[in-house]
């Protein structure tokens, strides 16, 4: 370690930049020079590396939960100064939990951090990978004095920032529909449902108004759109209906989905099961539909099998869809030539793929396997010496085993149960076993994996993983410098520094509601019924970051127990 003095304050730099943002406008940067202040102070000791974190989510709250922060110098940025515990947001929409029971204060966070991590409430509105810098901008818009723009040296970068909704560019959607990201968001409906209520009972209004007000259309059949609708024909049918009794008959539920299926990245029992369920609760599923605009009283749909196009009015939209890239990831992927993807691309270790000590996890990054798979139909080419196509079993197993040896990642994939039925690798199409493997049809069915590899969900479950597992090569940075336990390079002498980050799936839950709930658990298992309901909360209420909001969530749903929703338009 060499020993390095520095200047703490005031800032060195006499900078003066003008960066181009996304959007086309100037920004000036400036950093303060002094010569007044505080005197210089030297020190002896070695200058820690400074990490940056971007976004407080999943990710980033899980990165810095497991970071041993005394190692590094860090700094974290967030518009938001909070942690939102996303999968309860629909229920905040229709007042089964407050807003306020699933956000932790982030420097509640950090205060219990082994170390000083630094918070800036702020939004990164570049990163200059090429300088290691980021460019941050202040959103609190307060009359408040002093410059918000500042910028941020690092030695390593952690983008943690998340997703936007994916509108499809379909017209009138960012003006006439509400969206579910984002705790102000599921705030916002709470409100506007009150409202669609209040309006609708209005002695002014004809019949056919009413209908119009209380109809409730929801976009996307994915978790949360399902989850919204049925959180909303709960909350109608529990209390609403009790407080307005005239509009009790005429509230509708509709759902637009453009694939055949709702919840169709379940297994088929509850896809089907949540359908059925809908349609006895009178929720409308139209399934094959895609929206092509929306405007502030009607959605106009193209149903896919005929073309027809039709029109529904509403009287107010969910869009749920899914999700895409932020404005400063756009920008930051054009510098690195990532420009045609949706997120940033990294390879196995999380760094992201083409500039050096930057990382991304969570929604705004996706895994590379096109290399490992095509390193992987080479070692099988180079393996069919006499150039027959053909592997016997042994010489197969063997290779697996040295592949599972350089790509321990690849393991749960390359002995699940697709990679092994689709390509009959082990019979042939008369149920006979097979004595020698086919290599084309092992790479088709490599294709296979592939495709579901590239599909590893936009979760909370992958974001916090994917946090905990950089944390811990951050914290063994140095031990494992010296001590690699990472697999055999290939093609090159020596380990990588670290394990590949290899994800493990607990399963998922869809509440349906009526107090039930799906859930696919690991190993095939499928439960769905009252039962399901309790599992899901024990596992929400577990799954809190801090006993406040878990005490906070669960003082929520025994109030709705015994007193109801609230419906107070506040
Ligand atoms: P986020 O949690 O979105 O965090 C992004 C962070 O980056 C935020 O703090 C944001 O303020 C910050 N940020 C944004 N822009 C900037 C910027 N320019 N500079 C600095 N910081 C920035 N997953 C599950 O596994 N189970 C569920 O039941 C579930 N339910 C869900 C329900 C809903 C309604 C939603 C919306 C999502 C749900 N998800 C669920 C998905 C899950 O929430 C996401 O996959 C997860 O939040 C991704 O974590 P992340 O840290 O990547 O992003």
Redo the contacts with the bound molecule.
Sequence with gaps: KTSRTFHSYPSPSKLLLLCTLSGGGVVAYSEIQSDSGPPRIESNEPRKKRVVV???????TSFLKDLDASIYDVQV????NYFAF??L??SVTCGTVEARSIVEPVRNIIKKRKGEVKFWEA???KIDAANKKVFCRSNIDANLVGSGEFSLEYDFLVV????QVNTFNTPGVKENCHF??EVEDAQRIRTSVIDCFEKAILPSLTEEERQINLHFVIVGGG??GV?FAAELHDYVHEDLSKLYPIAKDIVKITMIQSGDHILNMFDERISSFAEQKFRRDGIEVQTGCRVISVSDKEIKMKKKSTGEVCSIPHGLVVWSTGIGT?P?LREFMEQINQANRKVLQTDEWLRVTGCEAVYA????ASIHQRKIMDDISNIFKAADKDNSGTLTIKEFKDLMDDIILRYPQMELYLKSKHMLDVADLWKDPHGKEREEIDIEGFKSALCHVDSQMKSLP??????AQQGAYLASCFNRMEQCTDLPEGPIRFRESGRHKFRPFRYKHFG??APLGGEQAAAELPGDWVSIGRSTQWLWYSVYASKQVSWRTRVLVVSDWTRRFIFGRDSSRI
């Design positions: 971007l976004g407080t989510g999943w990710a980033g940025v967030s518009p938001r996303t999968p947001l629909p939004e990164c509105v943690a920032t998340g997703a579910l990201k978790p949360t989850e932020i400063v996890i969570g929604d705004c936009a979760t909370a479950q992958v974001a998922q839950f």
